[in-house]
């Protein structure tokens, strides 16, 4: 992938500063990428993919500072779960291991493992990032971070599988904006198969697929299948596979209520003339008879009429009216 195809992908000409953050994102990917088997084009749609929607399209390389409430439980002070997951363990830490670069490395522990990798699998004499956090902003270090974390959580294996949904999982610890995730993948992967970035359309007619201009699982298992296509088999992952939901499953809709509560009814009177209605409706359904219509309509507007008088006996009238009407043979 080069800087022209993710301009096409983001819609629109990059900033300067998006232009200098995307450049390193794919100088290293260019570089060291292969080597962690992000060179086949369904594994990089991926990849693109969460890294768009984690920079804000290249727009972001560092944390906004404020502290928020949520940035405070970064520092041990606060004893926070967060801190101890983040392996800040001295006063200022949350501060000091905010989140950088585009993959927002963020905690003391993340930085120390940061440097581990870099210095194993890049250059034994690389930075060491807890002392100087603010290196892992500057190149190549800073396109890095990203596919440092692809790499140590493992994620070309559900890559293999076109399991977006297990990816932001593992990148975000749940499905926080897993709609622009998704967005961003069916225009990574539309631009890599030769289509315009917006014509998912165009894809479904081709491929034969319900045209809607869903990303839904069915097209999305088809675009995976056809990334894998763009690999020669014998390079292919041994356990790729399609996407793994490719059933459209239905909405459960939630029945309706079998009658209102109370307190949103009319009260006795909206029940009389529901009654009313349906002995009238059912009298001609039933017996197609004007007359027996009549009759029963008749008993409703009496009924109505002494109800102030008699609500207790009315009521019963009513269940009985509707007893008859509802029996074999009824309201002869």
């Given at each position: 992938?080069?800087?022209?195809?993710?301009?096409?992908?983001?819609?629109?000409?990059?900033?300067?500063?998006?232009?200098?953050?995307?450049?390193?994102?794919?100088?290293?990917?260019?570089?060291?990428?292969?080597?962690?088997?992000?060179?086949?084009?369904?594994?990089?749609?991926?990849?693109?993919?969460?890294?768009?929607?984690?920079?804000?399209?290249?727009?972001?390389?560092?944390?906004?500072?404020?502290?928020?409430?949520?940035?405070?439980?970064?520092?041990?002070?606060?004893?926070?779960?967060?801190?101890?997951?983040?392996?800040?363990?001295?006063?200022?830490?949350?501060?000091?291991?905010?989140?950088?670069?585009?993959?927002?490395?963020?905690?003391?522990?993340?930085?120390?493992?940061?440097?581990?990798?870099?210095?194993?699998?890049?250059?034994?004499?690389?930075?060491?990032?807890?002392?100087?956090?603010?290196?892992?902003?500057?190149?190549?270090?800073?396109?890095?971070?990203?596919?440092?974390?692809?790499?140590?959580?493992?994620?070309?294996?559900?890559?293999?599988?076109?399991?977006?949904?297990?990816?932001?999982?593992?990148?975000?610890g749940g499905r926080n904006g897993f709609d622009d995730r998704l967005k961003w993948l069916a225009r990574c992967s539309l631009v890599l198969l030769g289509y315009g970035p917006s014509e998912l359309i165009v894809f479904q007619r081709d491929m034969g697929l319900a045209i809607d201009g869903i990303f839904g699982p069915k097209t999305r298992a088809a675009i995976h299948a056809r990334l894998l296509g763009l690999t020669a088999k014998a390079a292919q992952p041994a356990d790729a596979a399609a996407a793994p939901v490719v059933e459209e499953k239905p909405v459960a809709v939630t029945p309706p209520a079998l009658d209102k509560p109370v307190a949103e009814t009319g009260g006795f009177w909206e029940r009389i003339g529901t009654i009313g209605s349906a002995a009238t409706g059912l009298g001609t359904l039933l017996f197609g008879d004007w007359k027996v219509t009549a009759v029963a309509f008749g008993g409703i507007v009496v009924i109505s009429t002494l109800g102030l008088v008699f609500h207790a006996r009315i009521i019963a009238a009513v269940k009985d009216i509707k007893a008859a009407i509802a029996a074999p043979g009824g309201a002869a």
């Open positions: 992938m080069d800087l022209d195809q993710l301009s096409r992908i983001a819609g629109k000409p990059l900033s300067p500063k998006q232009r200098a953050n995307a450049l390193s994102f794919l100088m290293s990917l260019e570089r060291f990428g292969p080597g962690l088997g992000l060179l086949q084009p369904h594994r990089v749609a991926q990849y693109v993919a969460q890294a768009l929607h984690e920079s804000g399209v290249f727009q972001w390389d560092r944390e906004i500072w404020g502290p928020t409430k949520q940035q405070l439980r970064y520092d041990p002070a606060s004893g926070s779960d967060l801190a101890r997951q983040l392996g800040n363990t001295q006063p200022g830490d949350g501060r000091r291991y905010y989140g950088r670069t585009g993959g927002m490395l963020t905690g003391r522990a993340n930085y120390r493992a940061f440097t581990a990798w870099v210095r194993k699998q890049v250059d034994p004499a690389g930075p060491d990032f807890e002392a100087d956090p603010d290196a892992a902003l500057t190149d190549p270090w800073e396109g890095l971070v990203p596919l440092w974390y692809w790499s140590s959580r493992k994620l070309n294996a559900y890559a293999d599988k076109g399991d977006v949904e297990n990816i932001t999982l593992k990148i975000n």
